[in-house]
């Protein structure tokens, strides 16, 4: 499916290639305004879409699972501006890789660990030429001085070979991601994701759960808190299910999340509020 | 005014067709980003803007407010993308509608009431053709899989009666309104909204109150919170009017909001924590 | 560098212009949307990016400092929709400013002293032409009918002379601004602006401390904070620097921030929490 075109602005012709912003910077002071500034600056045409700037401060995990979430539904080319950033006027390298239909620039910390995982890297360079940064690079702010002018540069046409040296895939840095843990009957897993509504996405893809929508209806299958006296059976396919049962109203219950990973809600109810429990807390699914 | 153009595409020629998003989706976390995602892949050229992702969740009243409060600002042919929808994954229809100047698109669960009730109804579809959705539509995530891709496909210019069979308008759900209840010299009414700044709006209209600035200056006008001890008679024009008079500085005034509802302030203050009400509040304005 | 251009549209010609929106609306609800909207009507092609909306309501010095913050880094001949209106109905001027490279549209009330002290005045003018509000301007929310049309009528190409009589440079307002007073190798300061990380920005100017590196090495150099038991010597070139000394982990340093101005910051921590200090804060840096 995959074609080798080498540059953003080739492969999107006529249309504005897209740059999508993933930070730590929150929204309330001027930084992401910034960021987007230095972009129009030097790409007028590029589009740019906020991905997320709530990304907890220096938490490049979340980083990481924030893009997995969301990057294979934006248009082939587009360019991932990725900045969760601790060690930023440090020894980390600023890199931009090619990765299957799209590219990700931001500092080489492990942000990027899900997307090596599972896509074609094509290639993957260094940040090194002053070119393609603003004239003075802060210390601080490498979002605004080098990591900006880098996406914004790719999407006015420049090749990524141009930017600095290329790095060998294997070579890139990569956080340990704490795989779910098959032993028998039981998944052990964990909570990685607290979204908006309360809603507890955990770290067990769809794909190890019973197919064709059995994980709905047979019997025996519960999730266990093990650091808490809960144990949940019931499953739904959508929030509103079973909406007659009035009694029910403030139980959890489990789901596939649109994010294609099992997780935990109540209906119309914060999960995590109810139950006391957010990111890193230990499940073992039982599927008998 | 309105000329009957069958598709936001054609009326925009040169232009962009605006696409405006009001969802309860926070910012928190990727799930607007997701939705513009999916637009930027169908529809690159469309003009994103975010109407409001605050609406607390599930709470389609605040959501049909919120839409009431600003859609006649937008261009012709903007598609309002609206989506506070408890319901999803059930029962209720995903739909799109053309009234007035204007496209909305979102769950038939009562969000649309107020546009239903003030503009002429041009057509209404109700969404079920699968050419138009993700291949893969999901039960808790409708706005990424169903309703962003109408939305796109609409601002790409598909006509209103592709997406599947038209709906009769009188067919559409309405949610019951709260109209103020006049009574004599008093109307008898309630707080549906707070703003920013904790200002409180009212549910009565610029049209109930004395016209030509009469308001301001005809005596005996009052308002009264039953459930509180207070009246409150001091109107003004705007929040900085009669600034020199220091001593009424907490004073809470009446003053016709910029929505054209009744608003209850406070100057540099925050009227909703300052008097410790909040929307649902019942009121009775005295005329005389 | 300037080139005496009398029109955004002008300079931008193929591009389209920048409208950059700073304000103390929040997100919570439609105002922003609603600014935005205005502007699409009028200025199909004008590309909109958010600088911030978390101004704190009314505080016009915040805004001042935030805009300071981020111009420079702006497109030439991009508009700044600026609005921090605590006096909005009042006899305060609405107003367009050409200074420097780019447009500044907004009240009158010291919004934009920083930009007047910094930038050569070009023009100014008093938005008084009714030919460039919307047709009925409230008394509440002149963002929406003076302020944003403005915006977009300069960005579609209106000259500034249209909209109204010009006003002299020296009869703007200004705020007063607390310098850095310097004392002997004493400068006395302040706190002036607390960032998303809880980074403390004073007002010294990276141009008072000592220059070529010489700031992070010289001996004696002391930061007091006179309300508090708080001296801080340790200064770093950017924050993980010497990550390794695990046991200075929570200490305070100082540090030249990315507005290049004097920064107070904890690694990975917040140092406004952490010392329990905030914008006001007065400091005094001792430099030998």
Not at 26 to 44: D, E, N, Q, W, Y
Request: charged residues 15%.
């Amino acid at each position: 499916m995959y074609q080798d075109v080498s540059t953003a602005s080739q492969r999107s012709s006529a249309v504005s290639p897209v740059v999508a912003l993933l930070t730590d910077f929150g929204t309330s002071g001027v930084f992401v305004g910034v960021l987007k500034g230095v972009i129009a600056r030097i790409a007028p045409h590029a589009q740019l879409i906020d991905l997320t700037h709530a990304v907890p401060p220096q938490d490049i995990a979340t980083g990481m699972w924030e893009l997995e979430f969301s990057y294979r539904y934006f248009p082939v080319g587009t360019i991932f501006l990725c900045i969760v950033d601790p060690g930023v006027g440090s020894g980390r390298a600023p890199i931009a890789i090619h990765a299957g239909d799209w590219y990700f620039v931001g500092p080489d910390n492990g942000l990027f660990s899900l997307i090596l995982q599972q896509q074609t890297i094509h290639a993957a360079t260094a940040l090194s030429n002053p070119a393609y940064r603003l004239p003075h690079v802060s210390s601080t702010f490498q979002g605004r001085d080098l990591f900006a002018p880098a996406a914004a540069h790719l999407a006015a046409g420049v090749h990524l070979k141009e930017f600095g040296p290329f790095i060998e895939p294997q070579q890139l840095q990569r956080l340990e991601i704490e795989q779910p843990l098959v032993v028998g009957k039981d998944i052990q897993a964990e909570v990685i994701h607290e979204d908006h509504y309360g809603n507890l996405i955990s770290n067990i893809p769809a794909s190890l759960l019973p197919a064709n929508g059995q994980f709905f209806t047979q019997p025996g299958i519960r999730l266990f808190l093990p650091k808490r006296q809960v144990i949940i059976e019931q499953r739904r396919r959508f929030f509103a299910e079973s909406p007659a049962v009035e009694q029910r109203k403030d139980e959890p219950f489990l789901y596939i999340d649109s994010t294609n990973y099992l997780g935990i809600a109540v209906q119309n109810g914060n999960a995590a509020q109810i139950l006391g429990i957010s990111v890193g807390e230990p499940i073992t699914l039982r599927l008998a």
